[in-house]
């Protein structure tokens, strides 16, 4: 056992060193956890889209004109420049409103328009919200009964379709209030690599002293047998890498995140980590 008690002899004779090193350690550590709190926002983007307009502009069009310019970001082009300004993104839909939209609309039939696309998402976006207002508008003028609509009911359609547009979901995001359970999975990415990094230095710092010429001489010619002295300094390596893993992982959690300290996730973390630590010591 004299081997055992020399690891620990050395151990207390460097522990101005290995108290330094878990200090720089712990410290870094700890400030990436705290800078890497990850903030999710919401930002609404309107998509960008184009339109060639060959309507006569009556009011059911002019509507649905003003929608779109309320809901995308308008982008006027000339038709030459449609190919180009889809290859660059410069708008991600191009509609083409056919001169007879308001007969189509008031027919109650189901609006097909051609567009020209760039296949980004702000242009599925686009085609959403497009289709989202035909389909309302087409059941609104269904319960008029009628493909001849007086100018008082098409007024009427138009605020009805305008304030059922207007209604909207609000977004919450739940995922700006970081839960512990969170923290604890950021705190163990980084706190493992730390655990070994002090490990590792720490029983390289010792064994490098047992392999110091003077002392390796004596090894050699004493009656240890190489083997049982080897299997002597991987067990005092491994009880200091699981009693400082222990410690380590413990205090820190017991710090940060004790409201989550006996969670099944942090359980799992650290008996991972405490798992592993001895076999950093191993090769």
Same mark, same amino acid.
């Given at each position: 056992?004299?081997?055992?008690?020399?690891?620990?002899?050395?151990?207390?004779?460097?522990?101005?060193?290995?108290?330094?090193? !878990?200090?720089?350690? /712990?410290?870094?550590?700890?400030?990436?956890?705290?800078?890497?709190?990850?903030?999710?926002?919401?930002?609404?983007?309107?998509?960008?889209?184009?339109?060639?307009?060959?309507? /006569?502009?009556?009011?059911?069009?002019?509507?649905?004109?003003?929608?779109?310019?309320?809901?995308?970001?308008?982008?006027?082009?000339?038709?030459?420049?449609?190919?180009?300004?889809?290859?660059?993104?410069?708008?991600?839909?191009?509609?083409?409103?056919?001169?007879?939209?308001?007969?189509?609309?008031?027919?109650?039939?189901?609006?097909?328009?051609?567009?020209?696309?760039?296949?980004?998402?702000?242009?599925?976006?686009?085609?959403?919200?497009?289709?989202?207002?035909?389909?309302?508008?087409? %059941?609104?003028?269904?319960?008029?009964?009628?493909?001849?609509?007086?100018?008082?009911?098409?007024?009427?359609?138009?605020?009805?379709?305008?304030?059922?547009?207007?209604?909207?979901?609000?977004?919450?995001?739940?995922?700006?209030?970081?839960?512990?359970?969170?923290?604890?999975?950021?705190?163990?990415?980084?706190?493992?690599?730390?655990?070994?990094?002090?490990?590792?230095?720490?029983?390289?710092?010792?064994?490098?002293?047992?392999?110091?010429?003077?002392?390796?001489?004596? /090894?050699? !010619?004493?009656?240890?047998?190489?083997?049982?002295?080897?299997?002597?300094?991987?067990?005092?390596? %491994?009880? @200091?890498? @699981?009693?400082?893993?222990?410690?380590?992982?413990?205090?820190?959690? !017991?710090?940060?995140?004790?409201?989550?300290?006996?969670?099944?996730?942090?359980?799992?973390?650290?008996?991972?980590?405490?798992?592993?630590?001895?076999?950093? !010591?191993?090769?």
């Amino acid at each position: 056992m004299i081997i055992f008690k020399t690891f620990w002899r050395i151990m207390k004779r460097y522990w101005w060193i290995v108290a330094l090193y !878990v200090v720089i350690l /712990t410290s870094i550590s700890i400030l990436n956890l705290r800078s890497n709190s990850n903030q999710t926002t919401f930002t609404d983007e309107k998509p960008e889209i184009t339109i060639v307009d060959k309507t /006569t502009h009556q009011p059911l069009t002019n509507n649905f004109l003003n929608y779109l310019s309320q809901t995308a970001e308008l982008v006027k082009l000339d038709e030459s420049q449609i190919t180009d300004a889809l290859f660059y993104q410069r708008t991600s839909l191009v509609v083409f409103l056919p001169e007879n939209l308001e007969t189509q609309i008031l027919s109650g039939q189901k609006i097909t328009l051609d567009y020209r696309t760039s296949g980004n998402y702000s242009a599925e976006l686009a085609k959403n919200l497009i289709s989202r207002y035909f389909e309302l508008q087409k %059941s609104e003028i269904n319960l008029l009964h009628t493909q001849n609509p007086s100018h008082q009911q098409i007024n009427s359609l138009i605020n009805s379709i305008n304030q059922k547009l207007a209604i909207s979901p609000e977004v919450h995001l739940t995922t700006n209030n970081v839960t512990n359970l969170r923290k604890i999975s950021g705190y163990f990415n980084a706190a493992s690599y730390t655990i070994m990094a002090i490990i590792l230095y720490i029983t390289c710092l010792i064994n490098a002293t047992f392999n110091k010429t003077e002392i390796k001489k004596r /090894t050699l !010619v004493s009656s240890l047998h190489l083997k049982k002295y080897n299997l002597y300094l991987l067990f005092a390596n %491994s009880i @200091f890498s @699981f009693l400082f893993s222990s410690l380590f992982s413990s205090h820190l959690l !017991v710090t940060l995140f004790s409201a989550a300290l006996f969670s099944p996730l942090s359980s799992f973390y650290t008996c991972q980590t405490l798992y592993s630590s001895p076999f950093a !010591v191993s090769h």
